[in-house]
């Protein structure tokens, strides 16, 4: 599948057989060049053994023939224009709703995106999205352009921060000739998310740790060392761990950021308070996560008086400060552990050794150079090291969506770990 090009990572299932039991799907298709596809969508969401039903917006039908999805789907075609006769309207959407387990928007257009995250409903498919209760999967399709508007990547958040799966948009040829990030995903990956939606507490019963911000280290009251660390990307994969179902506990360098829901979060100041924070839940976790900017030097001593500016430029002697990550292979040796680096460039043998250095699972690298990405910057991209995988690039994006990719990263190596202590334990050797 596609995961460098923001679609979901190849999933069991993911080559065309259903994962779970056969689902009532409901296609919302928008208007825009992809609609074409949406009928080998229907094609293949069915031979996965789902049941299909297609509404198409008054546009789609300028791109793709309601007859074409009928006869594809079995089923007539829901629409404003195709209202069963004698049936009020304001049922119709009602009833759709109620029949659909999954509504499975794609191609979603930018105009829809932006109508589904304002609660709006100007035409049919829109009205049926807001009586809808279930899982709600969209699979966006514009030019990049577009994709990248920040207006429009509000609204994606928005969505996403209400529990909707984004599948794609992948990288590639666009309708205009231009290469960029806007194609439909691949039908496999739509439908595996359709499937995946109904699973989406994947972490229920297990404890995920994670620190996110920076540290200030003291000099006197009033100043301190510190460093740029938003905890916005420490925050995201907090929200998405709580999402998953994870006991999350979330400790905190000084940030302005509200605590996702269902996250037990625990504020501190300097490294030594964030190091003891995370001693004390270490041994209780299945994951950690160290996305918080520590900084690796504090002041020697800590001046209990604000040291005054006519007493000359004093001199600052810093000291070590403890290195929280790499004690953790001692502290929680059966957790899979994963750093952050905060680099402008890193080599593979560097990320290697520092992998090694910090006896963690997976290293996550993001360019502190540029201004797009990386600190206090909305979205990442993000380079994932691993002890025995190969590296891989994740495109920037959201920082919610980076959390996303990399949860998905996560839990592949979890299973693994989990089978592998389970064959230790039927060998009588246990993990190590
Ligand atoms: O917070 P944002 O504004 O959203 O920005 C995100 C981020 C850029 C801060 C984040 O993605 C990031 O890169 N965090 C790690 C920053 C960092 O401290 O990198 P490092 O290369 O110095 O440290 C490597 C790893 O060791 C990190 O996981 C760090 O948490 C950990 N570490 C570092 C020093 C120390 N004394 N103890 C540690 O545990």
Same mark, same amino acid.
């Given at each position: 599948m596609t995961p460098a090009g923001g679609g979901a990572p190849a +999933? *069991? $299932? !993911? =080559?065309g057989s259903a994962v779970g039991r056969p689902r009532r799907i409901l296609l919302g298709v928008c208007g %825009?060049? !992809? !609609?074409?596809?949406s009928a080998d969508l229907v094609r293949r969401l069915r031979e996965r053994g789902h049941s299909v039903r297609c509404a198409l917006t008054p546009t789609a039908v300028r791109f793709v023939s309601p007859l074409t999805l009928e006869v594809l789907s079995g089923h007539p075609v829901f629409g404003e224009e195709y209202l069963? *006769? $004698? @049936?009020?309207g304001d049922e119709e959407h009602i009833a759709a709703a109620a029949w659909a387990e999954v509504l499975c928007i794609a191609p979603g257009t930018a105009h829809m995106i932006s109508t589904l995250a304002l609660g709006l409903a100007p035409n049919f498919l829109s009205t049926l999205a807001l009586a809808f209760r279930g899982p709600v999967v969209v699979a966006p399709a514009m030019h990049s352009a577009m994709w990248e508007k920040p207006a429009l990547q509000e609204n994606v958040e928005r969505l996403r921060r209400s529990g909707v799966t984004f599948v794609g948009p992948e990288s590639g040829a666009l309708a205009s000739g231009e290469v960029g990030l806007g194609r439909l995903a691949d039908a496999q990956a739509i439908a595996a998310a359709c499937e995946g939606s109904f699973q #989406?507490? +994947?972490? =229920? &019963?297990l404890t995920v740790l994670i620190s996110a911000g920076p540290t200030q280290e003291p000099i006197d009251p009033v100043r301190y060392l510190g460093n740029r660390s938003s905890g916005k990307m420490g925050f995201a994969l907090a929200a998405e761990a709580a999402r998953r179902g994870a006991h999350t506990v979330l400790v905190a360098g000084p940030v302005a950021l509200a605590t996702p829901p269902g996250v037990e979060r625990i504020d501190v100041r300097t490294a030594r308070e964030m190091e003891e924070a995370v001693r004390r839940h270490a041994g209780a976790a299945d994951l950690i996560v160290m996305a918080a900017a520590v900084a690796d030097f504090r002041p020697a001593v800590y001046e209990t008086e604000k040291i005054k500016r006519h007493a000359g430029t004093p001199e600052i002697s810093l000291v070590a400060n403890p290195d929280i990550l790499a004690s953790?292979? +001692?502290?929680? *040796?059966r957790a899979l552990r994963v750093g952050f680096a905060a680099e402008s460039t890193l080599a593979s043998d560097e990320a290697a050794r520092k992998l090694a250095a910090k006896g963690a699972h997976f290293l996550v690298a993001n360019?502190? #150079? @540029? #201004?797009?990405? %990386?600190? &206090?910057?909305?979205q990442n991209e993000v380079t994932i090291f691993g002890r025995e995988t190969d590296s891989e690039t994740l495109s920037r994006r959201p920082k919610s969506a980076i959390a996303s990719a990399l949860f998905d990263r996560f839990e592949v190596r979890l299973a693994e770990l989990s089978s592998a202590a389970e064959a230790g334990r039927e060998s009588g050797s246990g993990r190590s």
């Open positions: +999933t *069991p $299932g !993911a =080559a %825009g060049v !992809a !609609a074409y596809k069963e *006769p $004698g @049936r009020a #989406s507490l +994947t972490l =229920a &019963g953790l292979a +001692t502290l929680a *040796p360019d502190i #150079s @540029r #201004s797009d990405i %990386g600190f &206090g910057a909305e």
